[in-house]
């Protein structure tokens, strides 16, 4: 079984800055993708960020060139560095593990951004 910790959410206003982390633990065998994702109020869940393995990333159009997700693997963690934040990014953020035993969510933490 795998646990993930996301921490770092909070309140912010326009144009400023966060960051998140995301730590698994637990039984871990070969992690591959770990990912960010994020739900408003209303909405449905969708992708921010991914990154693989070996470094390949993936990005929501919203988020490109503000969002950063890096990870290091020797600490089984990823980490979302979010920049120039707009009021839209308001949202519970969400990480995602997939790895060999299988697929794991966090259960979130919250981003406001005030205007």
């Known amino acids: 079984q795998v646990q993930l910790v996301e921490s770092g959410g909070g309140l912010v206003q326009a144009g400023g800055s966060l960051r998140l982390s995301c730590a698994a633990s637990?039984?871990?065998?070969?992690?591959?993708?770990m990912g960010w994702y994020r739900q408003a109020t209303g909405k449905q869940r969708e992708l921010v960020a991914t990154?693989?393995?070996?470094?390949?990333?993936n990005y929501a159009d919203s988020v490109k060139g503000r969002f950063t997700i890096s990870r290091d693997n020797a600490k089984n963690t990823v980490y979302l560095q979010l920049n120039s934040l707009k009021s839209e990014d308001t949202a519970v953020y969400y990480c995602?593990?997939?790895?060999?035993?299988?697929?794991?969510w966090g259960k979130g933490t919250l981003v406001t951004v005030s205007s």
């Open positions: 995602r593990v997939l790895c060999l035993g299988g697929n794991y």
């Open positions: 637990g039984t871990i065998f070969s992690i591959n993708v």
């Open positions: 990154i693989s393995s070996g470094g390949s990333t």
